[in-house]
């Protein structure tokens, strides 16, 4: 695993497991961090343009290019992006 990779993960788990400021706010820095994540994991996205909360550390991306992907942390503790 490289270093981009692991730096990704935690930026994750820290986004998905801290809590933050405003609500508007906290959405336009999950699909910033949720943009980064995607590209470190090597998927296709650009940009993430919307983000939905199925639950907790779970995601669904929507990328501006018109990719979705379920983001989550999974029983490994390991951050999943899976393409719906």
Known sequence: MGQQQKAGYALLAMLLLGAGPSPAQDEAELRKDLTSV????GLPCGE??????LG???NLATCKDGNRYRVYINDEGRVVARKQ
């Open 38 to 41: 995607i590209a470190l994991l």
């Open 48 to 53: 993430v343009v919307s983000v939905t909360i």
């Open 56 to 58: 907790e550390n779970d």
